[in-house]
């Protein structure tokens, strides 16, 4: 490079400048450079071992501390292993199945493997399902329901629902397989009934001039198409599975609560009740928050108050999930929502 | 020759290091001036709670400054070499090693951050603010140590002073912007 360098023309000012003569160094004066150059070492030395002091001093304090906090904490719960915890599971929004190819979702496939996962492990002791859900469709709440169940058939495992904003319907189907339920005074919970809504259409459509036709094969074939209006024989139909469905609610909720079938039957009219209410009435074991409903999963658990808690969550499908909802925002998932005109069996509270 | 005597010199005569022989001691008073500077940059951030402690967080820490001035002195001499900027005094061989002790020399800056760290825990200004004044004060000795070593102009010395960081800033961006169109390319 140098070779190069210097085989190439090179402009008079580009050239490199004469080598400064070597001039004799000048005898150092006292008080020079050399002096202060010293001082400012012996400063920066004597900075150096108040800040080293400084530090070990700051960290022994910081040891101690910690080491008192161990103690204290190992006096208030000596059965409490370091490893047990509390599994917390959260079910927001309207349940549907979810996607299997997208594993951050947040369908009943989902929920159902993340309650799996969690009674697997052996340091989970008990399971809190965060729930804050209107309900919705039949079979994905009874795939989250089952999955309780089988958890608990198989580890007993204790489950404690929590209750959030709102849990009615389908959300209140999902906490009838738990062992306990906490809610907040005002939570929206009940409303314990199947719907099932059709828009009719016809109407506008005619208004258009779009008409459709279904070539069948049996005549109950194209049975809650918007196209057209429902026939009586349909209706009686229909309303047959809804009342099997609700027969399937009843008896889960009669079970987990330990209601006779009339009593709940009674409260299962659809009407939702404050949390308040829904204690009074033997829906709600617990008025209180999410701490409330940790410590009392604590308990059952047998690990004590204040557990340490494990949300069955991977990192990578949280960021997923977190530009996922990102790009909701953009309008896709509503428009996605607003598409969706199919009927379909829910276990939901539409008041929200 | 004693670290102090060489750094003496060079402030004394500092065209000594533009000479035909590089400066007698200057090896062993660039690789403390490196070690003294991250030991103060160590230290003023132990101070702030803001690295974990122990030698081997020190030793990690001044490996890593070596290796990044290695990187930055063979970048700068590179890019002079490629814009045809003359070495001042003899030829440029063996520039690059000289420019990276001379480096470390620039380096003692950063020892004054231990002083400075009790400034800031005592409220007297930041210490991001202290932190950044005496980087900016190692970079204004680096470039002035460079239009020593090359007969180059300031806006070209601060540009390839500055050249490297831009180089690493430029790829960690280009990282970043890769990274988010394969994350929506996934989700999509």
Known sequence: MEEQNNSVPVNPAAQPAPAPAQVPAPPAAPGGTGFWLKVVAALYAVSLIAAFSLITKADAAKKAGSKDLKMSKLSSSLRQSKKSAVGVVEIYGAISQGSSSRSWDRGSQQISKRIRSLSADKDVKAIVLDINTPGGSVGSVQEIYSAIKRAKAETKKPFVARFGEVSASGGYYVASACDLVVAHPGTITGSIGVIFSVTNLEGLLKKVGVRSEAIKSGKFKDIGSPMREMTTEEHKLLQGMIDDSYEQFVAAVAEGRKMTVEKTKALADGRIYTGRQALDLGLVDKLGDLQEALDAAGELGGIGKNPRVVRESAPFEQLMSLVDSRLQLLGTKAVADALETGPSLEYRWYGR | ?188
């Open chain 2, 1 to 188: 020759m004693n670290p102090i005597n060489t750094l003496e010199a060079l402030i004394d005569r500092p065209e000594t290091i533009t000479g035909p022989e590089r400066p007698a001691g200057l090896g062993r008073a660039g690789l403390l001036g490196y070690f003294s500077g991250t030991l103060g940059l160590f230290m003023f951030l132990r101070m702030q709670g803001a690295v974990p402690p122990g030698v081997f967080s020190f030793l990690s820490a001044y490996l890593f400054v070596l290796a990044a001035n290695f990187f930055f002195a063979g970048v700068i001499h590179l890019f002079m070499d490629l814009t045809c900027a003359a070495p001042s005094g003899a030829n440029g061989r063996g520039r690059a090693a000289r420019l990276f002790l001379a480096f470390g020399c620039t380096d003692y800056l950063l020892a004054l951050l231990v002083p400075l760290g009790f400034l800031s825990g005592v409220k007297v200004l930041n210490g991001f603010l202290w932190f950044g004044l005496c980087f900016l004060a190692v970079i204004y000795a680096r470039v002035r140590l460079i239009r020593r070593l090359y007969t180059v102009s300031v806006n070209k010395a601060l540009l390839s002073v500055w050249l490297p960081y831009g180089g690493i800033f430029l790829l960690f961006f280009a990282g970043l912007v890769y990274g988010m169109i394969w994350l929506f390319w996934l989700i999509m």
